[in-house]
């Protein structure tokens, strides 16, 4: 293992964009890790470095990136609720929404949430006067 980590250690850079050291500690934060060999380390996060890019490609090429010429949190937000493999994301790339929507959406929350039928469809109406 040793001699890995020493020919990793002195090209890793080149290999790879994102920091060994902040995936390994998010690696071990899971309870069923004891200790990372450094390959699986180091393909981790080549796998996670080509993912991130295939996100952003993905995003940028069927969101309004094109027209602005940048990629939007909206565009990455939109692929995770549109496509399927992105799915997963949906809970970590949230669409955003006005600060006084989320007020709402806690406040029935506290009520208990039984009126939540009718008051989405008052939700609806709003949107579509905005």
């Known amino acids: 293992a040793e001699m890995a980590s020493a020919r990793l250690s002195g090209s890793e850079n080149r290999l ?25 380390l180091f393909l981790t996060a080549k796998a996670t470095e080509l993912f991130v890019q295939y996100l952003a490609t ?30 997963f994301l949906a809970d970590i790339l949230p669409k955003k929404i006005l600060a006084s929507k989320y007020l709402k959406m806690l406040e029935k929350e506290k009520r208990g949430g039984e009126v939540r039928e009718d008051d989405e469809e008052g939700e609806e109406e709003e949107d579509e006067d905005e």
């Not at 995936?23 to 899971?30: L, N, P, W």
Request: hydrophobic share 25%.
């Open 16 to 40: 790879v964009s994102l920091p060994l050291s902040r995936i390994r500690v998010i690696m071990k934060s899971s309870p069923e890790v004891s200790s990372i060999n450094q390959d699986a």
């Open 58 to 87: 993905y995003s940028y090429k069927h969101g309004r990136g094109k027209e602005k010429n940048a990629l939007t949190y909206s565009d990455l937000s939109h692929t995770a609720e549109e496509c399927e493999t992105f799915q």
